[in-house]
């Protein structure tokens, strides 16, 4: 690995932190969401109504679910 060229590594470098940067959200996003409820990201799927005009609207807006990093932190030593 030491004898890849700079480009290369650069390269090789990117594309792993875009493989593990979805995990990475799925999981911090999973903490956010059991901060304030107590369901999973599977369960969200599935948590839905129909509106007058017959689109399906999450009854849960993760986007705006306020809670502080230190919440965040705490949830995630406390499931370890």
Do not use: P
Not at 21 to 48: A, G, P, Q
């Amino acid at each position: 690995m030491n004898k890849l060229n700079d480009n290369v590594l650069g390269i090789i470098y990117q594309y792993k932190h875009q493989l593990e940067f979805k995990d990475v959200m799925n999981e911090l996003i999973k903490h956010k969401i059991h901060c304030r409820y107590n369901v999973t990201i599977e369960m969200l799927k599935y948590m839905f109504y129909v509106n007058t005009d017959g689109f399906k609207i999450a009854c849960i807006d993760v986007s705006s679910i306020s809670v502080f990093s230190h919440e965040i932190l705490n949830e995630i030593k406390n499931n370890k």
